[in-house]
């Protein structure tokens, strides 16, 4: 088998086992309204929401958009999707299992393409934004939300978030991500910054990592408090561990 289908095996196994409890997870409402308000959709948009997951993004932007599909490799995450869109009484939603690094979608067919907090699970995220931007008309929007880490730090980071999900590949460095957004298909971009912080045994709760991963992960998150050698600025709130992910969000307009 070829790296990337042994790769998005993986991802389908991760996110098989998470669908359920990833939707559970309070960060992930974090700053929705933030990509629809730079996304810049109205009623007659026609958006393309790629690694959909559980459907929380699309839903969002469906309450003001003209339609949204829900793209994701993960058959159980589309189901859960199209129970959220069913609990919201959003008629405006489609789903289809596909692959973001070939999107299933001719040229230049949707107003908005966005993304969120996917790209540290592929492994060619320039190839992903090409195939956005592909799809994307012109004049439309392409939005990326992730995140966004320091060279320095980015080695621990990375190694910590594989040991949780085995689905990491990389968080992309700020300069990468920017690079991404300096071409010339695009002819204006923005770039927000959030955090989505959260509690550790919570955040292990609806992962999956392999036994003992978890006591490695607390033990080294809890020994970096004070420290912050790893990017995820861990303290202490009220005798639990909390720590946080960095985010950066960009929206390019097509040329």
């Known amino acids: 088998m070829s790296a990337h289908s042994d790769h998005n095996d993986n ?3 991760q996110f098989t086992r998470q669908a359920i409890p990833f939707t559970q997870l309070p960060g992930h409402m974090n700053a929705v309204e933030l990509l629809v308000e730079l996304a810049q959709v109205d009623a007659d948009s026609q958006v393309l929401d790629v690694a959909s997951g559980p459907g929380l993004v699309a839903a969002a932007f469906a309450a003001v ?3 949204v599909e829900c793209l994701d490799l993960t058959p159980a995450m589309l189901m859960q999707a199209r129970n959220y869109a069913a609990e919201k009484r959003l008629s405006n939603m489609s789903f289809k299992q596909g692959n973001a690094m070939q999107l299933p979608y001719q040229d230049a067919c949707f107003d908005v393409v966005v993304t969120r907090y996917s790209f540290h699970h592929f492994l060619e995220p320039e190839q992903v934004l090409a195939e956005m931007i592909r799809v994307c ?3 439309g929007r392409v939005v990326v939300a992730d995140v966004a880490i320091e060279p320095l730090v980015s080695e621990r980071f990375n190694a910590i ?4 999900d085995s ?10 991500l920017d690079q991404c957004f300096l071409q010339d298909v695009f002819v204006r971009c923005t770039k927000s910054r959030y955090t989505v912080d959260v509690e550790l045994e919570q955040q292990l709760s609806a992962s999956f990592p392999k036994p003992g991963d978890d006591i490695t992960i607390r033990t080294l998150i809890t020994q970096d408090i004070g420290l912050n050698q790893t990017g995820f600025n861990p303290r202490w709130v009220d005798g639990d561990v909390h720590y946080s992910y960095p985010i950066s969000v960009y929206s390019g307009v097509k040329a």
């Open 137 to 139: 008309k012109p004049g």
């Open 161 to 164: 978030e594989r040991l949780r």
């Open 65 to 67: 958009a003209g339609h």
């Open 11 to 13: 991802v389908v196994s």
């Open 167 to 176: 689905s990491h590949v990389c968080a992309l460095s700020s300069a990468r």
